[in-house]
Structure formats: C-alpha cells, structure tokens
C-alpha cells in the first residue's frame, strides 16, 4: 500500500501547524516546527496571502496528513461520510477516528499513527480476539481491541504505554493497561475529537 516516506515535521511546516506526527518528540524543544515554523523551501517566508480554495485545500491537507490517509482514499471516506445521515464533517471525523491504527494510537499502544499503522501491520492487534492487520479496519462500538499473545507483541505494546503514559485516552476509548485491551464504549462525536481542522473547509471543497 502507498504511503508517504518522506520527513514528517515538513509536512507540519508546509501546513503550519503541529500534526503531531512523531509522537512524543512533538512536545519537546527538538520539535522541527518549534525551530522553525516557516514552510519549507526558498520562497517559504513569501507566501502570499491564500485564496478561499487555497484555506480549503490546505485544511484537507491537514486532515489527511494528520490521519496519514492517501487522496484516493481520503476522498472514500468522505463520499461515505456524505451518504450517512447527520453532519457531513462530523461523521468524516467519527470514520478517520474509528480506524484501527488511530484507535491504537489513542490508546496508547503507539506513540504515533505511523507507528500504530505499523503494530497493526506486523500482526500485534486483535479485534475481539481475531488478529487483524489491516490499519484502516473500521472498529464499530463494542469491539474489544486488545494485544496478540506472542511475547514480543505484548512487550512492545507495554513499552509504548511506558512512553504514552502522560497522555490520557479519550472518554470513548475504555483502556485497561494490565489486560492490555481497549473497547470502543461509543462513537466519538465532534467535540470528542480535537484537531487543529476547520472541518467545514473540507466540506466545502468537496462539495463543489
């Protein structure tokens, strides 16, 4: 599957503004865009002024980016989101947070998306009880995601809580760090999920 593999903290510049990509490393000194905020390359102090499409399109940037989603994909998510009922912007969200990979990530299994898409990869990740190591699988209310039995899965899930420990889990992820499990306890709503988004942007580039 495509992905990105280029530096993360330029995609934080390019957007301005902190995606926390890399985890903890964002909330120290040695963050790239605390050093440095402007975009990157030569012209990056003289950015002009964007255009109404130009706020929109760096909002989806930023969504996509923050969730390490691809266009093709992305765009997916959003015709689904449109097809349901209720706010557009808000079920995106709701969709984008109930992914696998994110609800390790807030679990505190991973320090980062990218390394929770990969602990879902490499087969460390159950879903009531059945592996699954497909990081965009869709976590429905109830499910029971918990840690693979195999002694390297169960190590590797407890250093990253060791690393994630000052950042709680949201009200809607129930966690038990002994067992090493997380249950969905409901589908997030919009003032559950905090990113730096105008959502409605999105919205409104997508339904041109």
């Known amino acids: 599957m495509a992905r990105y593999l280029g530096p993360a903290c ?3 510049r390019a957007e301005g503004a902190k995606l926390f990509l890399k985890g903890p490393r964002c909330n120290t000194p040695k963050c790239a865009f ?12 003289g950015r002009q002024k964007p255009t109404e499409y130009g706020r929109q399109l760096r909002e989806k940037q930023k969504l996509r980016r923050i ?20 706010i557009t912007g ?4 709701a969709l984008l947070e109930t992914r696998l990979d994110n609800i390790v990530y807030r679990a505190g299994f991973a320090s980062s998306r990218q390394l929770a898409r990969q602990i879902v990869r490499h087969s460390h990740i ?14 429905r209310a109830n499910d029971v995601i918990g840690v693979a ?5 169960r190590a590797l899930v407890k250093a990253q809580l060791e690393l994630t420990a000052g950042t709680p889990a949201p009200e809607w992820l129930a966690v038990n760090k002994d067992e090493l499990t997380a249950t969905l306890a409901r589908i997030p709503e919009r003032n559950d999920i905090q990113v730096p988004v105008n959502v409605s942007l999105v919205v409104e580039l997508y339904s041109k």
Do not use: W
């Open 10 to 12: 330029r995609l934080c």
């Open 90 to 93: 808000d079920t995106l969200l």
């Open 34 to 45: 605390e050093r440095r905020s402007t975009p990157p390359g030569m012209h990056g102090r």
């Open 126 to 139: 159950t879903v009531n009880g059945r592996m699954v190591n497909i990081p965009s699988y869709q976590v």
């Open 149 to 153: 039995g195999r002694e390297a899965s």
């Open 67 to 86: 969730y390490g989603i691809l266009e093709k994909q992305f765009r997916l998510y959003f015709e689904r989101a449109a097809r349901k009922k209720g």
